[in-house]
């Protein structure tokens, strides 16, 4: 198996992964949402993923459990996209816009990664003013990664318009995902900002899969 391979089978064992573990996490979470303590377990709709990473959940439990698996999904994740950013660039000509593109949608991930390695390490409940700012980045920095390879796949010979047009409506909903985390945090609006981060998730385990399946089937 070639090099290209591995960092795209990485990236799909990295998305499993997190799937699993946030789910496991979501079972063992102590309780309590921001706005009602007194909920059981975890509210999908009223609890966001960094809920499962704090240390003391809103009901006052300890959430060591779900905090752990919360920071295995996210550094999983975080190194586990790595490779895929950098082979990703090089099924391009070297040269061309799309290369170019590639190369800085890249490095926006890069950024993106160190922004959700730093979310492990900044709990909400002890640190969230930079945990919030991380998470910020990290959102900020995929919507601009997802632009640049939305660029990178027009009209590119690898790839049939369909990608490009797959990329282009994941930009936009990072872009509604990445505005109703900020809008929510700005008037205190918990659903808008918990669906928001929902939204931002499922899009990507969509449209990544979607895209690496594509370039596992052009490797000879």
Same mark, same amino acid.
């Given at each position: 198996m070639?090099?290209? %391979?591995?960092?795209?089978?990485?990236e799909?064992l990295?998305?499993?992964?997190f799937?699993?573990?946030?789910?496991i996490?979501?079972?063992?979470?102590? $309780?309590g949402t921001k706005f009602?303590?007194?909920?059981?377990?975890?509210?999908?709709w009223?609890?966001t @993923?960094s809920?499962?990473?704090?240390?003391?959940s809103?009901?006052?439990?300890?959430? !060591?459990?779900?905090?752990?698996?919360?920071?295995?999904?996210?550094l999983g994740?975080? @190194?586990g996209?790595l490779?895929?950013?950098y082979?990703?660039?090089?099924? @391009? %000509?070297? =040269?061309?816009?799309?290369m %170019?593109?590639? %190369?800085?949608?890249?490095?926006?991930?890069?950024?993106?990664?160190?922004?959700?390695?730093g979310?492990v390490?900044?709990p909400?409940?002890?640190?969230?003013?930079?945990?919030? !700012?991380?998470?910020?980045?990290?959102? /900020?920095?995929?919507?601009?990664?997802s632009?640049?390879?939305?660029?990178?796949?027009?009209k590119?010979?690898?790839f049939?318009?369909?990608?490009f047009?797959?990329?282009?409506?994941?930009?936009?909903l990072?872009?509604i995902?990445?505005?109703?985390?900020?809008?929510?945090d700005l008037?205190?609006?918990?659903?808008? /900002?918990?669906i $928001?981060?929902?939204? =931002?998730?499922?899009?990507i385990?969509?449209?990544?899969p979607?895209?690496?399946y594509k370039?596992?089937?052009l490797?000879?």
């Amino acid at each position: 198996m070639n090099l290209n %391979k591995k960092a795209y089978l990485l990236e799909i064992l990295s998305i499993v992964v997190f799937i699993v573990l946030i789910l496991i996490a979501m079972f063992t979470y102590g $309780g309590g949402t921001k706005f009602d303590s007194t909920i059981t377990g975890y509210s999908f709709w009223g609890n966001t @993923f960094s809920d499962l990473g704090r240390t003391i959940s809103y009901s006052g439990n300890v959430n !060591i459990i779900s905090m752990v698996l919360f920071s295995i999904a996210y550094l999983g994740i975080t @190194f586990g996209f790595l490779p895929f950013y950098y082979v990703f660039p090089r099924v @391009f %000509k070297n =040269g061309t816009i799309q290369m %170019k593109c590639a %190369k800085l949608g890249s490095i926006f991930g890069y950024i993106s990664s160190i922004g959700f390695f730093g979310v492990v390490l900044t709990p909400a409940d002890l640190l969230r003013p930079p945990h919030m !700012i991380l998470a910020i980045i990290a959102y /900020a920095c995929i919507f601009f990664m997802s632009l640049f390879y939305s660029v990178s796949l027009l009209k590119s010979s690898e790839f049939s318009n369909s990608y490009f047009y797959l990329f282009v409506v994941f930009s936009i909903l990072f872009f509604i995902t990445l505005m109703m985390q900020l809008v929510g945090d700005l008037i205190a609006n918990r659903i808008m /900002a918990v669906i $928001g981060q929902k939204i =931002g998730r499922i899009a990507i385990f969509i449209t990544y899969p979607i895209l690496t399946y594509k370039l596992w089937k052009l490797e000879k």
